[in-house]
DNA sequence: GTCTATAAGCAGATAGAC
DNA sequence: GTCTATCTGCTTATAGAC
């Protein structure tokens, strides 16, 4: 297996995709070159063209299937339960849904400003649906009287924002479980839109 | 006035801060170029040098003159009064504060990485001398009974992810006036440390 | 599908004239 | 203090050989 040249389409746009997530992340966007990522994937840069026809389409892919990832898992808890159920499966699968990949996360809010015009609405929409989700949960416990919420469009940004902080900090290896930590958040957000 | 050559010293310092502020907050700084900076103030891009040793330095003297700023202004709202008070009069300030200076924010949070390690160490630095500043207040809350917290460390990232959340969407021209906002999140606040 | 080579241009930073 | 000119090296992307 020392050849340097040949077919591996199979596993090299992957690799791309890895690489470019992974640099992508701890760089920026406009820091990262595309010899940078071939470096790391160990191939030259004219190769990463056979992958995608420029570095915006990599970086719009990338947040794409982010999105789109969420959403789907999102959607897969189903609507069952009363609006605290809901609130609380929503609370704990924000939390362990965006501690699970870090690095997507962390682009998909950093890098939404290096998204040509076109690809940033795509992104603001799927991420304003996700957004509306919550809203649901929040005006349906308020109409019901579960909830007591002067301001339910900021209730949900600020609840949003407060889960995703979550990913600055949490580590795997740290002192609290990703369970206790979504009990602890739990607990706030509860708190938070009740009397 | 039409001289394009001379000397403008008193001038042109904090031109080039404001040029650099403002680009560094819509594109990123790896994605803004001394020459754009340059053009933006009005000189030629050999003249920023006679204000800053490099593009680096450009951007941590921003970056820790708004921590210095940040700072010295929570430091003058003193300790006065019991813990909801001072809980109080931080998520106020903090809400305000943020707000006066959305880019200068923008660049702290997201410009972390683009700093050298060295500066990166200052301002994380100068970052934790804040957030402890409002561990101490939440802890001071539970020591008199009047707060219920689970883990204050956790309680304290959640509070200020979520005021800082703020600057993602106010607007002074929006919907709810600062005073609004500020009340609505006091609201919130207060209610996910207590019972 | 990957390589090498290259086009065309922009980057940060400096030197020396004025 | 600002200018013009320039050094050196990097950038994205493409062309054509294998």
Known sequence: MARTTGSHSEITGPRIREAAL???ARHGYAAVSMRQIATEVGVQ??????YTADKQSLLFSLMRGHMDELLAAHAALGQDGSPTARLERFT???ISFHADRPQAVFISY???RSLEPNNFQI???LRRDYEDALESILRDGMAGGDFTIA???IATLAVIAML???NTWYRSAGRLSLEEVEQVYWDMVHRSVTE
């Open 22 to 24: 992974r640099l992508f």
């Open 110 to 112: 950093m890098e939404l």
């Open 92 to 94: 704990r699968f924000h």
């Open 45 to 50: 840069a004219g190769a990463l063209y056979n």
């Open 164 to 166: 995703t902080g979550v």
């Open 151 to 153: 301001d339910p469009k």
């Open 123 to 125: 992104i603001e929409a």
